[in-house]
């Protein structure tokens, strides 16, 4: 399913109405029917259940007042507050107002002080409110009277259905300036939005659900629209069938660079990760010292020694370090290199020249992105397009800017980057997301709480190198952010917000297995 930005959807509707015959007025009255079929079951069953519905001026607060009629007529009470004059009322809202009024419903505006008491009390004794204030359009700082509507609102602490997008949040980035509506469901036009899944706009939605509103399907699945959600449907298409014959050649070689005095842990989980994602052959790279220690305890992973900086142990560098690396690579159909690698100078720059020459391909964590914080032009030049995956604050890092500015406008600069540095990035939060460089971009709708986990992020990286020559290369990230978050569901299932790193390796079977099962019912 695509996922829209709010230009994207009003050039949807204009094409609606333009070239399909599907005028506005239309399409309010379908958003109308199916919002009160939404809060029906959010209420189960609205018959002598009392609604506040609180509209704005634009197009959702028309949605709003189409609702209050289905409602009305469905045996709900109904008490209407518009937030503007009539006359700022967008045509067709004013059309769905006027209906509403001649069929007797309650209307009042919110001009004076008995406006707002009236508000208060009907708040306060309301069963459920309907969020029509604010639309897809909305950025930036809330009107006075919008903002203390939302206060209100919140305070009420009453089930609440939002109409799009709860008001307050913005459709493209998910950012909330001061307040927002703190849904318990959001019913989204059309397509979901980009800030219905990034934080802290996902808090404030709920339950999601997407209505097509009989919008025509050649206008939402448009390939102009470069947004999709990494669901079931996409990901049964991800992972094809192994077929008998295989043998462990055909699932991967796959060398992982990783490891550092007292960074063992991560050397081990993104290892054993790729295994668990059904690679055939891992090897592991590590300063000679911690060899004996991490092969006593893997022993399904060939782990190899690399030589060591002068003078510190557990610590990768210099030229026979570099030789050696660079034969491993010839041998394998892929790497894996940075998980708790270090961040001393030399194996700083042993990365550099590694993947300066290294045609395989690349997936590129933690440490190993760090080497380019002071030279990030250079990730352009490399030989091949790397994936990269960091977390918020190891992108805001190699970009130099501060993790509230990257969130502020996540997508775009994650999109901006991953086109000027020729890589796929796969930026870690509380969404995921998969970007690569002509602009697509998947966010995930697997993954929960419990998975904000040391070493989480290790069995990311060593899942989707596991996967490299088991699909087709480029399509590795985005199985591999599926089966980790689905694989981290299902140790949250049975360990909640304990669980560990190595819970979530230990679902990847499981999760492998849901994927098998979600391909043959989607046969």
């Known amino acids: 399913m695509k996922i829209a930005l709010s230009e994207e959807m009003r050039n949807i509707d204009k094409a609606a109405a333009e070239v399909y015959g599907l005028p506005e007025l239309l399409l309010m009255e379908s958003a109308g029917h199916r919002t009160a079929q939404a809060m029906a079951s959010l209420l189960q069953g609205v018959r002598d259940k009392s609604i506040c519905v609180l509209a704005g001026s634009g197009n959702n607060g028309g949605d709003a007042l189409a609702a209050s009629r289905y409602l009305h007529n469905m045996g709900a009470k109904i008490k209407v507050f518009i937030t503007c004059e009539e006359a700022h009322l967008k045509p067709a809202s004013a059309r769905m107002e006027k209906t509403a009024a001649q069929m007797g419903i ?6 004076e002080d008995r406006d707002w008491n009236r508000l208060h009390l009907a708040l306060k004794f309301t069963d459920a409110v309907l969020d029509g204030l604010l639309g897809t359009g909305f950025k930036g700082e809330l009107k006075k009277k919008i903002l203390r509507i939302i206060e209100e609102v919140n305070e009420a602490q009453k089930k ?10 913005e459709a493209d980035t998910g950012r909330i300036s001061t307040v927002a509506v703190a849904a318990d469901m959001t019913l989204t036009l059309g397509l979901p939005k980009v800030g219905h899944l990034l934080s802290p706009g996902t808090e404030m939605t709920g339950e999601l659900i997407v209505d097509d509103i009989g919008i025509p399907q050649t206008l939402l699945q448009s390939d102009s629209i470069q947004q999709e959600l990494l669901d079931d449907s996409l990901a049964a298409t991800l992972l094809p069938l192994r077929g008998h014959a295989v043998h462990k050649g055909d699932c ?3 060398l992982v660079i990783a490891g550092s005095l007292g960074m063992t842990g991560a050397a081990a989980l993104s290892a054993t990760a790729a295994l668990r994602a059904g690679a055939g052959v891992v090897t592991l790279a590590v300063p000679a010292s911690l060899q ?11 782990v190899q020694p690399v030589t060591e900086k002068e003078k510190s142990k557990g610590v990768m560098g210099g030229e026979a370090a570099l030789k050696t690396l660079l034969s491993l690579a010839e041998k394998h159909d892929a790497v894996l290199i940075g998980p ?13 020249m590694f993947v300066s020459r290294v045609n395989k391909p690349l997936i590129m964590d933690a440490d190993a992105i760090y080497a380019y914080r002071s030279q990030v032009d250079d990730l352009s030049k490399l030989p091949q397009v790397p994936v990269l995956t960091p977390h918020l604050g190891e992108m805001a890092g190699l970009l130099g800017v501060s993790v509230d500015d990257l969130r502020t406008s996540l997508l775009p600069i994650v999109r901006e980057a991953a086109a000027e540095y020729q890589c796929v990035l796969v930026v870690k939060s509380e969404c995921t997301m998969v970007v690569y460089p002509d602009g697509m971009a998947f966010l995930t709708t697997k993954g929960n709480s419990g998975m904000a986990t040391a070493g989480s992020g290790d069995v990311l990286a060593g899942t989707i190198a596991g996967l490299i020559m088991q699909t087709e290369s480029g399509l590795a990230p985005l199985a591999g952010v599926y089966l980790h978050g689905l694989a981290g569901d299902l140790a949250y299932e049975e360990k909640g917000e304990a669980l560990l790193a190595s819970d979530i390796r230990e679902k990847l079977a ?3 297995m849901e994927l098998r099962k979600l391909q043959s019912q989607l046969k």
């Open 106 to 111: 309650e209307i009042h505006k919110l001009e």
């Open 160 to 169: 609440v259905l939002s109409i799009d997008v709860p008001s307050g949040v």
């Open 252 to 254: 991967g070689k796959i």
């Open 292 to 302: 004996p220690v991490l092969a006593s305890q893997l022993l399904e992973v060939m």
């Open 340 to 352: 708790g690698l270090g961040r001393a100078m030399e194996t700083q720059e042993l990365v550099r």
């Open 510 to 512: 499981g999760a492998r």
